[in-house]
Every structure is written in C-alpha cells, then in structure tokens.
C-alpha cells in the first residue's frame, strides 16, 4: 500500500504541487484572516468612482485633512484599484479576501520565478513555500499597510516571472510600475529588472515605458492634492484622537519622516529582536514591535549566499537597495510580527536563493523553513488569541 501511495504522489505533475501549496497558502491566509478589518483603499476606491481623490473624513487608516468634509489617503493608490470592480459589481470581497488571494497567487508565482531561473522543482518548491510561511503572519492578517504589501510583493513578482524568461517586457514595466505605486520601495527592483533585460536596449526602453505609462498617473495624483509630484503627504498626516495630533509629533520621527539616524534602530530590529519571556504557557510572548529575520524568515538569511554568482550578486545588491528606504524611516513596521518591511525584498531575494541552491536542495535549508512556518503560525495564532501585554504600539 505505501508503495502504490508513493508510485501516485510521484506521478503528479510538480506544477500540480505548486498549484497545491499556492492553493493552501491561500486557504489558510482567508480562514485565519479576520472577517472585518480597518481599510483605507475601499473607502478610495469609492472616491475614485465617484470623481474625488478625497475620502470622507473618519475613513478608517491614517488621513491627512483635505477639503471641508474630506480627507486625503497617503498610501500610494494603486490598492486601491482591485476595489473598483468589487464596488461597481457589488462582489461580496473584503480586504482580508484580497490580501489572501495577493498571498496565494505571490507563492505561485515565486515558484514560477524559481523555475525559470532553472532551479530544481525541489528548490522552487522550497523557495516559494519559504515565501509563504515568512508571511503567514502578514497575509494571514490584512488590513491598508499589509494588503498594499502583499498585493506589491505578488506584482513584482510577476515582473520578475517575465524578466527571468526575457519576454514582455512592457507588461514587465507595468507590473513593476504597479508593484512601486502600492509599495514605494518595491520600484527600486528596477535595477534588477534592467540587468535581466539587458541583452536588447529595446528592451529597456519597453520596461522603462510600462514603469512611466504608471507612474505619471501616480504622479499627476499627488500634484492634483498637494501640488507636488512626490509629496504623497507622509508628513501631513493627521489623528482626530489620542495625545499626539500629527505624525511628526510622534517620538519615533524625531529627525523627520526618513533619515539615515534611523538606520541603525531599524537594523538592530530585523537582526537582533527577539520574542519576550513570560513564567507560564507558552513563555515566549511576541514583542509586537519587531522579529530578527534569523528567527521569522532564516530561509531569506540562507539566500543572501547566492552572492557568489554575478545575477546573485545583483540580486542581494538591489534587495538591499530596496531595503534603504525602509531602514531609513522613523517607524520599524510596528505594529507586526517579525520584519514586514522585508516582504518588500523577499521577491529579489528568491532570485539569489535560486542561484544558491539551484541545484539542491539541503537539510538546512528545509528546516530553515519548517522553523519559518512554525515560528510564524505561532505568531498568527498570539495575534488571534491576543497573547500580548497591553495594547498595540498605535
């Protein structure tokens, strides 16, 4: 019987068993996902069908006061445009729904990503289930500032499919383009995108046009509310409740919204942060500020040994170009299980795993992420059960 058991898995195709592991990231990110959650992009989608980029006030998430009665979102728009069909077809999705189905569709396509840099099924297997347990915690949660992650991680992980394949590379630009316009940071993978494209200046300059063909809309955007084609309000922002009134009076944007004095504060986070202990069950209690990368997503550590090969190399240098900006912010990602601002980097990073163990598979690697899953279903379930001491940090 066993035998027969083992002669059936092994006679499934291995895209079927991406499908499997995709579909079950998924499952589990919109059954653990909360049935209502805050969310600033609906209430935009709606402003957006009705002709405003002004939200009404008391929209839930961070607002920056607009017009008399309005306010203006500061995220990047582009979260906000899956809420357009949900709204004008009154399909019953929620943000924690479409953060889910960002999730799973993100591990399919780091499996895709694995095999067209011609890594093992094993390795690519490994890799995209690394991708789905370092962010249980994120997809499995939702809400504006996750949702805008996940959705970014999965659109640049689309333009890598394309760029590793060297096809398309104006639907390469546009995701990208559409990556950057839900998380800033992720624009700066254009590095490795141009290196990628890099045998047909054509190329270039199709990538290059996918990436302008949104960013002026982006653009056009800010200048239409603050006057500034950069300015998405960041500093602007505003709270109606609580001690503090504006942003910048809290005490973690000191020297502004970003600077290299937060570097090392953000660094000492995602490499040394651990969990707190406690006398009884199950003595090790989140610390909701931050988690070391060496415990919540080692896998993403092992990867940074890709190095030695030139497109690794290109590869750690563009995750850690990526990564600059968010070092350099005031806030480390609070309030968060782990290190949510690595998400942004985890697709780049999969590009250098792949070149590390494109060829194998190690026990190391294996259990570096059965401890990621392990660790980060942990995390999810504190979360759920509310195992923490006093509130959330905001």
Do not use: C
Request: proline residues 8%.
């Amino acid at each position: 019987m066993r035998a027969k058991v083992l002669s059936v898995l092994a006679a499934v195709p291995i895209w079927a068993w991406a499908v499997a592991l995709s579909t079950a990231f998924g499952v589990i990110y919109l059954v653990t996902g909360p049935v209502g959650v805050d969310d600033a992009f609906r209430p935009l989608a709606k402003a957006f069908l009705a002709g405003r980029l002004a939200v009404p006030n008391g929209s839930n998430g961070e607002l920056i006061p607009g017009p008399d009665g309005f306010s203006y979102v500061p995220y990047p728009p582009v979260p906000a445009l899956p809420f357009i069909p949900v709204e004008l077809l009154h399909l019953p999705l929620t943000n924690p729904m479409l953060t889910a189905l960002a999730g799973g569709i993100a591990v399919l396509l780091a499996y895709g990503l694995l095999r067209g840099l011609e890594a093992r099924p094993s390795t690519s297997l490994v890799g995209s289930a690394a991708l789905g347990s370092a962010m249980l915690w994120m997809a499995g949660t939702g809400g504006t500032w996750l949702y805008a992650q996940v959705l970014a991680a999965a659109l640049l992980l689309g333009s890598l499919n394309l760029a590793v394949r060297d096809r398309w590379p104006l639907i390469a630009g546009l995701l990208l383009g559409l990556a950057a316009g839900s998380r800033l940071p992720s624009g700066l993978a254009l590095p490795l995108l141009l290196y990628l494209y890099r045998e047909r200046w054509r190329s270039w300059v199709l990538l290059l046009d996918g990436v302008v063909a949104i960013a002026l809309p982006v653009i056009a955007y800010n200048f239409a509310r603050f006057g500034s084609p950069i300015d998405f309000g960041y500093d602007r922002i505003a709270f109606t409740s609580g001690s503090v009134t504006a942003i910048l009076d809290e005490p973690w944007y000191a020297d502004g919204i970003l600077s290299v004095t937060y570097i090392p504060r953000s660094l000492g986070v995602m490499l040394f942060a651990g969990f707190d202990t406690v006398t009884e069950f199950p003595w090790l209690r989140p610390n909701w500020s931050g988690l070391s990368v060496f415990i919540f997503a080692p896998a993403f550590v092992l990867a940074l040994s890709g190095w030695r090969n030139r497109l690794g190399a290109v590869a750690v240098a563009t995750a850690v170009l990526i990564m600059l900006p968010n070092w350099a912010h005031g806030n480390w990602g609070f309030f968060q299980f782990g290190y949510r601002f690595l998400l942004d980097a985890m697709p780049v990073l999969l590009v250098a795993l792949a070149m590390a163990y494109r060829d194998h598979v190690t026990p190391v690697l294996v259990g570096a992420v059965l401890a990621s899953a392990a660790v980060n279903a942990y995390g999810l379930w504190a979360d759920k059960a509310q195992f923490f001491d006093g509130p959330p940090l905001r």
